[in-house]
Nanobody
């Protein structure tokens, strides 16, 4: 069974930083586009950042210049470095693995990020 396990969430003050990690198992990690999504209370889940297996990254406008996605295929892990955090970044952050050719889509359980003073 595929597993995506997120870690690194928590409470941080505005302007602070956090680094999320997502460790994948039981998938051929290098074949998947990896992404981070978030869902705030009462809102729809939205894409934050993604990275193709070729290393091409994409960001939502709201996080460009503040967040950085990276991946380590040797460790089957994707990261999200979040800097200059704002209260509006508060949400549950989910890791996603997607393989277009086979239409396979997997989700982690989510990790809470709270930005508050």
């Amino acid at each position: 069974q595929v597993q995506l396990v997120e870690s690194g969430g928590g409470l941080v003050q505005p302007g602070g930083s956090l680094r999320l990690s997502c460790a994948a198992s039981r998938i051929t990690f290098s074949n998947y586009r990896m992404g981070w999504y978030r869902q705030a209370p009462g809102k729809q889940r939205e894409l934050v950042a993604s990275m193709t297996n070729g290393g091409i990254s994409n960001y939502s406008d709201s996080v460009k210049g503040r967040f950085t996605i990276s991946r380590d295929n040797a460790k089957n892990t994707v990261y999200l470095q979040m800097n200059s955090l704002r209260p509006e970044d508060t949400a549950v952050y989910f890791c996603n693995a997607y393989r277009l050719l086979l239409n396979l889509n997997f989700w982690g359980q989510g990790t809470q990020v709270t930005v508050s003073s």
